[in-house]
């Protein structure tokens, strides 16, 4: 079997660990939220850092070059696909 | 020539300073029509044009999702400005370009103003500026606003576009996919401008399904037509995505050969500083400790200014008095009445300039974004937004500045619950009568616990009804938090100084002349029938209305006539109480310990604190929310809170000692 060196993840942006760089897989919400994420920078095939993820409270992370807080709710809905080097 | 330019902008990227720049004091603001969003308008003169600058509210697009972005393009779309003024900042260059994308589809008189290129060179960007301008298509200028270089290029090709001089040939955003489904809806729509809207932006909204443009079409058009158009969007349901998308590879392109990113990995100022600022434990500690030191400087560095405004307003009296030529009665109007509700905005003033000086540093700093971000997680028990918590930080200083900054909010919900709210926070007023209170009564080694234990009941009432009235009274969606943390920056000396006068500018406007007038009002309760004693005036007899009240709480009727003024206005209480007492300096101290307990003076003050927000609050409830019901909430809760909160507490402080 060929074991890939790297493994791609899709996990929800509140499960990232800090420091952690993804493309945004997908988002989950309503048009509404979609409108807004969008106008923020993240959009499906961004790249996204995450520069802080605490046990509680929002999820701060890199987008386009501007640093945004992401409410947790919000985070676990959207997925991001991280590379993982092995 | 005149010229009607429009200022657009994502927040925080310097618009207000560049704003500032352009018209100086030669603006004036207002409300757009029907809203209550605030509108800046100014003139600017340039080698003899004029430019009249319309600052459209900051947003990140040009949705119908929030009353801003409502506004913004409205304005774009029906005034039809000469030019818009579209400022991007260089350092976050593609996030901002996608508002400038949603301006293009609308317009193509549009002049980029690439704004914080310093800040932009010390993240490591490098920007063609030319290359960018033949790629987008549209005159690029760069400036550094704080320091004001770049304006005067800025100005002349504005002008330049305005005047059809400069001819701006913008590049297509191509939808490549949905070609097809908006030439379809154009031809539905008869291929011609609806009301001012283009067809091509009206079918792009169509397939973005924007509820405005649907409202206003769906009455607009046939029915047979708009069923038409309905399932050219059915099939297309990944349109708003796709567009989202488009706006972006535009941006791309745009950007492509122009841009140089830095490398990846270095750590910023920001970064270390927002380890701890941004954490939600540390950041939450810092941010009380802030907080904390606020208020106390708030009060401290305003301390002689108002010492000296009192003393001022003491003699000014005094020589009215013996030379004003009129009888007692209209001297005792014009003294006490008038130039005593002067002498209380006056007083309030220094403090006030020093709470907003504050509040504007921390605000231009950037770290305002912080204190939303940290709150959050607070503001959800109440199910608020963590934008909530700066309105009930400007409460302190003055309830009605902390109800209009609700606007900053996005949820109509939240904006409802955050004002109803907001009464509950003690503003200046009524810190300064707790104060008074704390330091007549109790000996210096008591007086800070009994300060902060007001503090902490008043945030508990604030509490308890939060988790009220979110839960039975104020339903709605709590929406999640989304928030740009702008980068740290030392604030800017002018943008600052305007925040301040804006803010002092709103409390002087909407409060200052009722205080006048109250007091006026008040002196006349109290001292009609003319030569009656204190107890049988039209306001001792309300005070002696109240007496039974009075009693639950521990307050005789000299103490309730001083609430009931106290509604009119915070500072009227201890003025009415004065009278009622006699006496004044030291010995209306010596009448007040006569005539109560250190627990009476404790209810007192923990009522007053709570009971209602004063009547230019009441008014501001009213212009922001329009509604009798809810104003009426607004003054009804705080008082049953009030009043169950301090007998509960007379009641059993009496039992127990």
């Known amino acids: 079997m060929d074991e890939s060196k790297e493994e791609e993840c899709i996990l929800p942006l509140s499960e990232l660990p800090e420091g952690s760089r993804g493309i945004v897989h997908a988002t989950y919400g309503g048009r509404g939220m979609l409108a807004r994420l969008s106008a923020m920078g993240l959009t499906v095939g961004t790249e996204v850092t995450v520069v802080q993820n605490p046990f509680v409270g929002p999820v701060v992370v890199d987008v386009r070059g501007v640093r945004l807080a992401i409410g947790r709710g919000m985070a676990t809905r959207i997925m991001v696909c991280v590379k993982q080097d092995k | ?657």
């Open chain 2, 1 to 657: 020539m005149e010229i009607t330019v429009a200022l657009a902008g994502n927040p925080n990227v310097g618009k207000s300073t560049l704003f500032n720049i352009l018209t100086g004091m030669h603006q004036h603001v207002a409300n757009w029509p029907g809203k209550t969003v605030e509108r800046r308008e100014g003139i600017c003169k340039f080698e003899g044009h004029t430019l009249h600058i319309v600052d459209l509210p900051g947003t990140y697009s040009l949705t119908a999702n929030s009353v801003e972005e409502l506004i913004a393009r409205e304005f774009i779309i029906k005034e039809r400005p000469n030019v818009v003024l579209a400022i991007v900042d260089a350092s976050s260059i593609e996030r901002n370009l996608y508002l400038v994308a949603q301006l293009l589809e609308i317009t193509d008189k549009v002049v980029i103003a690439l704004n914080k290129m310093d800040l932009a060179e010390a993240k490591g960007y490098g920007i063609d500026v030319v290359g960018l301008e033949a790629s987008i298509g549209v005159p690029v200028v760069p400036i550094v606003a704080r320091k004001a270089q770049g304006i005067r290029e800025l100005v002349e090709r504005t002008i330049a576009v305005a005047s059809g001089t400069e001819k701006t040939k913008p590049k297509l955003i191509r939808y490549s996919a949905l070609e097809d489904a908006i030439k379809q809806i154009k031809a539905l729509l008869g291929e011609q401008t609806i009301d001012s809207y283009m067809p091509d932006w009206l079918a792009l909204k169509l397939l973005e399904g924007d509820p405005e443009v649907e409202r206003f079409l769906k009455e607009f058009l046939p029915d047979e037509v708009w069923r038409k158009i309905d399932r050219v969007r059915n099939r297309n349901e990944r349109a708003p995505i796709l567009i989202a998308d488009a706006r972006y590879a535009w941006i791309r392109e745009a950007l492509a050969k122009n841009l140089r990113k830095p490398p990846k990995g270095v750590i910023t100022v920001t970064d270390t500083l927002d380890h701890i600022l941004a954490h939600p434990l540390i950041g939450l500690s810092i941010l009380i400790v802030i907080f904390v030191c606020i208020f106390w400087l708030t009060f401290k560095l305003s301390e002689p200014f108002v010492t000296a405004l009192d003393d001022f307003f003491h003699l000014l009296a005094e020589w009215l008095e013996a030379h004003l030529p009129f009888g007692s009665f209209v001297k005792g109007l014009l003294i006490d009445g008038a130039l005593a509700g002067f002498g209380a905005v006056a007083s309030l003033l220094p403090v006030l300039i020093v709470f907003f000086l504050l509040m504007g540093i921390l605000e231009d700093s950037g770290y305002m974004a912080r204190i939303a971000s940290v709150m959050d997680g607070l503001m959800h028990i109440f199910g608020l937004h963590g934008k909530a918590a700066l309105p009930f930080v400007l409460a302190c200083g003055c309830n009605v500045v902390g109800i209009m900054s609700t606007r900053i909010l996005e949820s109509e919900r939240d904006r409802l619950l955050t004002i109803l709210l907001n009464p509950l926070m003690p503003c200046s007023a009524r810190l300064s009568v707790m104060a008074f209170f704390t330091a007549a009564f109790f000996p210096p080694h008591l007086r800070t616990p009994i300060m902060l234990s007001f503090l902490l009941l008043s945030l508990l009432s604030v509490f308890i009804a939060g988790v009220i009235l979110s839960l039975f009274v104020v339903k709605g969606e709590r929406m999640p938090l989304l928030i740009e943390l702008p980068v740290y920056s030392i604030p800017n000396t002018r943008t600052v100084f305007m925040f301040v006068w804006h803010k002092v500018i709103m409390f002087l406007k909407r409060a200052s002349v009722f205080i006048v007038c109250v007091s006026m009002l008040v002196w006349l309760l109290s001292n009609l029938p003319a030569g009656a004693p204190m107890h049988m005036t039209f306001l001792g007899m309300l005070g002696k209305l109240l007496r039974p009240f009075g009693e639950l709480i521990g307050l005789d009727w000299r103490a309730c006539a001083a609430l009931i003024t106290g509604f009119l206005a915070k500072e009227n209480s201890l003025a009415t109480l004065s009278v009622l007492y006699g006496g004044a300096g030291e010995g209306f101290i010596e009448s007040l310990r006569n005539a109560m307990t250190p627990l009476q003076a404790f209810s007192f003050t923990l009522f007053q604190m709570l009971y209602i927000p004063c009547a230019t609050t009441v008014v501001t409830i009213w212009l922001e929310t329009r509604s009798i019901k809810w104003t009426a909430l607004a003054i009804a809760y705080p008082f049953l809170l009030a009043t169950i909160l301090t007998a509960s507490i007379y009641n059993l402080a009496t039992l127990l000692m």
